[in-house]
């Protein structure tokens, strides 16, 4: 079955609202009409609103990077999926390695912020991944199995819901997984949502990130289970991310 390409930048805790407005100027722009990958912004929370209005009418969707669990009340700090939903997101990451080791996201946490985003109308893009010592000692698919435990014991995904598997070795530090190596990983993923169900097993995208750049992005993006990327540091220059998009084709 067919899955249409996702390519999603993650412009983690940068920008100013001026730099925000033209970088989401930029990809709109160059995006054009494309419909044969979908592509995803994900700014800081209070750039949101700047790229929103950006990117209105445009190719390119809108996306937060992580969500509360809770639906609204006395959670300082916290942002509801629906406040994100009603600012224009479609897409929201969860559980991003930076979440799960700087903020001490649980995978159970992770798992219930994508169930949120779902039931406000996003698309959650759940992240999982292993540390470099997990896969020195052979457990990588262990420790992705064991961060989707929480979706298999409730035997669902929500809706639509993306994966982005990003190796935390590979992230921000130029060292990307080989091909061969995200295909493996991707596989088994797809292994394990297919004990939900195999429909939406076949139908889930499954992103790679870590050190995506244009010079590496087509060798990955060719592997059968890889179906995009999820981007970082090079999502931060609108003419890399773009060619980063264009590499799906
Ligand atoms: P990177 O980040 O592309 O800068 O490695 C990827 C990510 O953290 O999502």
Known sequence: MARRPLVVGNWKMNGTLESAR???????????????????ICPPHPLLGTVATEVDGSSVSLGA??????????YTGETSASMLREIGCEFVIVGHSERRQLFGESSAAVAAKAQAAGAAGMVPIICVGEVLEDRQRGATIEVVTAQLGPFVANGALPSGAVIAYEPVWAI?????????????????????????????ADATRILYGGSVKPDNARELFLMADVDGGLIGGASLKADEFLSICGATA
Request: a negative charge.
């Open 65 to 74: 990077q992580t969500v509360s669990e809770f639906a609204q009340g006395a």
């Open 172 to 200: 921000g530090t130029g060292e990307t997984a080989t091909p061969e190596q995200a295909q493996d990983v991707h596989a088994a993923i797809r292994g394990v949502l297919a004990t939900i169900d195999p429909a939406v």
């Open 22 to 40: 033209q970088l989401a100027r930029d990809i709109a722009a160059g995006a054009g009409g494309v419909t044969a990958v979908g592509i995803v």
